[in-house]
Protein backbone atom coordinates (compact mmCIF):
# COMPACT_ATOMS: atom_id res chain seq x y z
CA UNK A 1 0.00 0.00 0.00
CA UNK A 2 2.46 2.45 0.97
CA UNK A 3 4.55 1.86 -2.36
CA UNK A 4 1.46 1.89 -4.26
CA UNK A 5 0.90 5.82 -2.78
CA UNK A 6 4.64 6.70 -3.46
CA UNK A 7 4.36 5.85 -6.81
CA UNK A 8 0.83 8.05 -7.20
CA UNK A 9 2.97 10.84 -5.09
CA UNK A 10 5.41 10.90 -7.78
CA UNK A 11 3.53 10.77 -10.40
CA UNK A 12 1.85 13.52 -9.32
CA UNK A 13 5.03 15.69 -8.65
CA UNK A 14 5.78 14.48 -12.27
CA UNK A 15 2.71 16.17 -14.17
CA UNK A 16 3.05 18.98 -11.91
CA UNK A 17 6.55 19.94 -13.22
CA UNK A 18 5.35 19.03 -16.72
CA UNK A 19 2.93 21.59 -16.62
CA UNK A 20 4.98 24.34 -15.46
CA UNK A 21 7.77 23.41 -17.85
CA UNK A 22 5.01 23.63 -20.40
CA UNK A 23 3.85 26.91 -19.44
CA UNK A 24 7.48 28.43 -19.06
CA UNK A 25 7.80 27.25 -22.62
CA UNK A 26 4.78 28.79 -23.75
CA UNK A 27 5.57 32.02 -21.93
CA UNK A 28 8.48 32.13 -24.10
CA UNK A 29 7.29 31.42 -27.05
CA UNK A 30 5.19 33.70 -26.43
CA UNK A 31 7.80 36.54 -25.47
CA UNK A 32 9.68 35.88 -28.66
CA UNK A 33 6.58 36.51 -30.77
CA UNK A 34 6.52 39.93 -29.04
CA UNK A 35 9.89 41.11 -30.12
CA UNK A 36 9.99 39.90 -33.50
CA UNK A 37 6.82 41.96 -33.60
CA UNK A 38 8.00 45.18 -32.54
CA UNK A 39 10.78 45.40 -35.31
CA UNK A 40 7.71 45.32 -37.85
CA UNK A 41 5.69 48.06 -35.64
CA UNK A 42 9.05 50.44 -35.81
CA UNK A 43 9.76 49.58 -39.61
CA UNK A 44 5.76 50.72 -40.35
CA UNK A 45 6.28 53.91 -38.12
CA UNK A 46 9.66 54.67 -39.87
CA UNK A 47 7.67 54.13 -43.64
CA UNK A 48 5.04 56.65 -42.82
CA UNK A 49 7.54 59.24 -41.50
CA UNK A 50 9.22 58.95 -45.39
CA UNK A 51 6.07 58.81 -46.89
CA UNK A 52 5.18 62.35 -44.58
CA UNK A 53 8.89 63.64 -45.89
CA UNK A 54 8.56 62.63 -49.37
CA UNK A 55 5.11 64.55 -49.48
CA UNK A 56 6.78 67.52 -48.07
CA UNK A 57 9.17 67.94 -50.57
CA UNK A 58 6.93 66.96 -53.84
CA UNK A 59 3.75 67.42 -52.29
CA UNK A 60 1.89 70.76 -52.71
CA UNK A 61 1.20 72.20 -49.28
CA UNK A 62 -1.94 74.14 -49.61
CA UNK A 63 -1.07 77.90 -48.43
CA UNK A 64 -3.36 79.36 -45.01
CA UNK A 65 -5.93 81.86 -46.56
CA UNK A 66 -4.47 84.62 -44.00
CA UNK A 67 -0.50 84.17 -45.86
CA UNK A 68 -2.52 84.29 -49.43
CA UNK A 69 -3.94 87.55 -48.04
CA UNK A 70 -0.59 88.77 -46.29
CA UNK A 71 1.02 88.10 -49.58
CA UNK A 72 -1.50 90.32 -52.00
CA UNK A 73 -1.48 92.77 -49.59
CA UNK A 74 2.25 93.16 -49.63
CA UNK A 75 2.24 93.10 -53.76
CA UNK A 76 -0.10 95.95 -53.57
CA UNK A 77 1.88 98.21 -50.91
CA UNK A 78 5.06 97.65 -53.05
CA UNK A 79 2.96 98.72 -56.51
CA UNK A 80 1.81 101.86 -54.79
CA UNK A 81 5.22 102.52 -53.34
CA UNK A 82 6.93 102.37 -56.71
CA UNK A 83 4.06 103.81 -58.77
CA UNK A 84 4.43 106.92 -56.27
CA UNK A 85 7.82 107.14 -56.29
CA UNK A 86 7.80 107.70 -60.27
CA UNK A 87 5.14 109.87 -59.98
CA UNK A 88 7.03 112.16 -57.71
CA UNK A 89 10.61 112.05 -59.77
CA UNK A 90 8.04 113.05 -62.82
CA UNK A 91 6.65 115.69 -60.87
CA UNK A 92 10.22 117.11 -59.88
CA UNK A 93 11.19 116.74 -63.62
CA UNK A 94 7.58 118.75 -64.78
CA UNK A 95 8.51 121.44 -62.13
CA UNK A 96 12.17 121.91 -63.04
CA UNK A 97 11.12 122.40 -66.44
CA UNK A 98 8.19 124.62 -65.46
CA UNK A 99 10.24 126.79 -63.37
CA UNK A 100 13.23 126.69 -66.05
CA UNK A 101 10.36 128.16 -69.08
CA UNK A 102 9.32 130.41 -66.18
CA UNK A 103 12.76 131.83 -65.37
CA UNK A 104 13.73 131.97 -68.98
CA UNK A 105 10.31 133.71 -69.53
CA UNK A 106 11.33 136.50 -66.62
CA UNK A 107 15.03 136.84 -68.49
CA UNK A 108 13.95 137.79 -71.46
CA UNK A 109 11.46 140.58 -70.21
CA UNK A 110 14.56 141.62 -68.60
CA UNK A 111 16.88 142.03 -71.40
CA UNK A 112 16.22 145.17 -72.92
CA UNK A 113 16.01 146.93 -69.70
CA UNK A 114 20.00 145.67 -69.55
CA UNK A 115 20.15 147.08 -73.19
CA UNK A 116 18.93 150.30 -72.88
CA UNK A 117 21.36 150.68 -69.61
CA UNK A 118 24.25 149.54 -71.99
CA UNK A 119 23.24 151.96 -74.88
CA UNK A 120 22.83 154.70 -72.24
CA UNK A 121 26.69 153.88 -70.38
CA UNK A 122 28.03 154.10 -73.83
CA UNK A 123 26.71 157.88 -74.74
CA UNK A 124 28.02 158.69 -71.80
CA UNK A 125 31.19 161.13 -71.69
CA UNK A 126 34.31 161.22 -69.77
CA UNK A 127 32.87 164.47 -68.01
CA UNK A 128 29.56 162.55 -67.41
CA UNK A 129 30.78 159.72 -65.96
CA UNK A 130 31.58 161.95 -62.56
CA UNK A 131 27.91 163.04 -62.61
CA UNK A 132 25.89 161.67 -59.35
CA UNK A 133 23.38 160.19 -61.16
CA UNK A 134 25.07 158.82 -63.91
CA UNK A 135 26.88 157.00 -61.14
CA UNK A 136 23.11 156.03 -59.43
CA UNK A 137 22.30 154.03 -62.71
CA UNK A 138 25.89 152.10 -62.77
CA UNK A 139 25.24 150.88 -59.22
CA UNK A 140 21.75 150.32 -60.71
CA UNK A 141 23.00 148.39 -63.31
CA UNK A 142 26.16 146.64 -61.77
CA UNK A 143 23.14 145.14 -59.10
CA UNK A 144 21.18 143.92 -61.70
CA UNK A 145 23.61 142.07 -63.18
CA UNK A 146 24.74 140.65 -60.28
CA UNK A 147 21.39 139.39 -59.27
CA UNK A 148 21.08 138.00 -63.00
CA UNK A 149 24.91 136.32 -62.69
CA UNK A 150 23.71 134.63 -59.13
CA UNK A 151 20.70 132.77 -60.80
CA UNK A 152 22.82 131.35 -63.68
CA UNK A 153 22.75 134.11 -66.48
CA UNK A 154 25.92 135.18 -68.16
CA UNK A 155 26.77 136.84 -71.05
CA UNK A 156 27.63 134.86 -74.88
CA UNK A 157 31.15 135.50 -76.31
CA UNK A 158 30.93 136.88 -79.11
CA UNK A 159 34.27 139.32 -80.91
CA UNK A 160 36.96 137.27 -81.76
CA UNK A 161 35.37 133.97 -81.20
CA UNK A 162 34.31 131.95 -83.87
CA UNK A 163 30.70 131.84 -85.94
CA UNK A 164 28.45 129.46 -83.38
CA UNK A 165 25.01 128.87 -84.79
CA UNK A 166 24.05 127.24 -81.78
CA UNK A 167 24.93 130.78 -79.57
CA UNK A 168 25.17 133.29 -82.49
CA UNK A 169 22.68 134.96 -85.19
CA UNK A 170 24.91 136.18 -87.79
CA UNK A 171 23.03 139.38 -89.32
CA UNK A 172 26.08 140.59 -91.49
CA UNK A 173 29.12 139.42 -92.93
CA UNK A 174 32.44 141.49 -93.97
CA UNK A 175 35.33 140.40 -96.33
CA UNK A 176 38.40 141.46 -93.82
CA UNK A 177 41.95 139.82 -94.70
CA UNK A 178 42.93 140.60 -90.60
CA UNK A 179 40.58 138.53 -89.48
CA UNK A 180 39.91 135.34 -89.68
CA UNK A 181 37.70 133.02 -91.82
CA UNK A 182 33.97 132.44 -90.07
CA UNK A 183 35.45 134.50 -87.17
CA UNK A 184 33.09 137.52 -85.74
CA UNK A 185 34.01 140.84 -85.80
CA UNK A 186 31.43 143.01 -83.94
CA UNK A 187 28.49 142.42 -81.74
CA UNK A 188 25.15 144.08 -82.27
CA UNK A 189 23.53 142.62 -79.48
CA UNK A 190 24.25 140.54 -76.33
CA UNK A 191 23.27 137.16 -76.13
CA UNK A 192 22.64 135.28 -72.82
CA UNK A 193 22.82 131.95 -71.61
CA UNK A 194 20.39 130.47 -68.47
CA UNK A 195 22.49 127.09 -66.84
CA UNK A 196 24.16 126.57 -70.01
CA UNK A 197 20.33 126.92 -72.33
CA UNK A 198 20.54 129.99 -74.79
CA UNK A 199 18.09 132.47 -73.82
CA UNK A 200 19.10 135.18 -76.63
CA UNK A 201 21.25 134.31 -79.01
CA UNK A 202 24.03 137.24 -80.32
CA UNK A 203 23.44 139.39 -83.11
CA UNK A 204 26.70 139.81 -85.16
CA UNK A 205 28.97 140.06 -88.23
CA UNK A 206 30.96 137.46 -89.23
CA UNK A 207 34.22 137.87 -91.04
CA UNK A 208 35.11 136.02 -94.63
Known sequence: MEENRNEELSKEAAETETTETA?????????????????EEKDDASSEEEDSKKKGFF??????????????????????MAEFDNF??????????MFEVGAKSVIEKLLPTVDNFERGFASVTDEQKED??????????????????????????AVGQEFNPNFHNAVMHVEDEEAGENIIVEEFQKGYLYRDTVVRHSMVKVAN
Open 23 to 39: AEEQAATEDTREAAAEP
Open 59 to 80: GKKKKDKKDTQIEELTDRVQRQ
Open 88 to 97: RKRTEKEKAA
Open 132 to 157: PFVQGMEKVYRQLMASLESIGVKPIE
